[in-house]
């Protein structure tokens, strides 16, 4: 075997080991960027955790066969970088999606997506980079569990009132009687 197409063949599968532990995975068209902006982005994306890579689309085809990514070989035209998250499946589209709506031309362009082994389309690479931080939604779920229980408390605790209320009322009347 040649060194090339073993070159090649341990591309393919540093590619399929980047999708497998990967949590999401934006793909996008880097065409139009220049390199003074592409170095910015790439910064911001590697100081969050997230890894940017500039990948052939053949590469990508070949490693991602057998997951059964279905609709994933449509995002793979032209040239192609690809955003992989490893720690937070939002935080590679929350900094794209900001980054592309910070500059002029809208670059660059998200084309799809892969969020834990399901492809996602482009409005959705958008839904996900709207969602609010991982810290604020387990916030709001833990206001959401709490309302009912604080109800159950201020309801138990207006029974126990009203009930001391009444003995007391009883014992009031007692004491008048005798």
Request: hydrophobic fraction near 40%.
């Amino acid at each position: 075997m040649s060194k090339i197409r073993q070159a090649k063949e341990k591309q393919v599968a540093e590619i399929r080991e980047k999708f497998s532990n990967a949590k999401s995975a934006i793909i996008t068209d880097y065409r139009g960027i220049n390199v003074a902006d592409m170095t910015e982005l790439r910064k911001q994306l590697r100081d969050a955790g997230v890894e940017y890579k500039v990948l052939k689309n053949t590469f990508v085809k070949i490693a991602t066969e057998d997951m059964n990514i279905e609709n994933l070989n449509e995002a793979l035209e032209g040239p192609t970088a690809i955003a992989f998250g490893y720690e937070d499946a939002v935080t590679a589209a929350k900094i794209i999606s900001e980054f592309s709506k910070s500059h002029a031309l809208k670059l660059p362009q998200v084309r799809a997506g892969v969020l834990e082994g399901k492809y996602i389309t482009e409005s959705q690479v958008s839904d996900l980079a709207n969602l609010p931080p991982r810290d604020v939604l387990l916030a709001q779920v833990l206001r959401t569990m709490q309302g009912p229980i604080a109800n159950f408390v201020g309801a138990s605790n207006n029974i126990i009132t009203k009930f001391v209320y009444a003995l007391n009322a009883v014992k009031d009347q007692k004491e008048q009687i005798s």
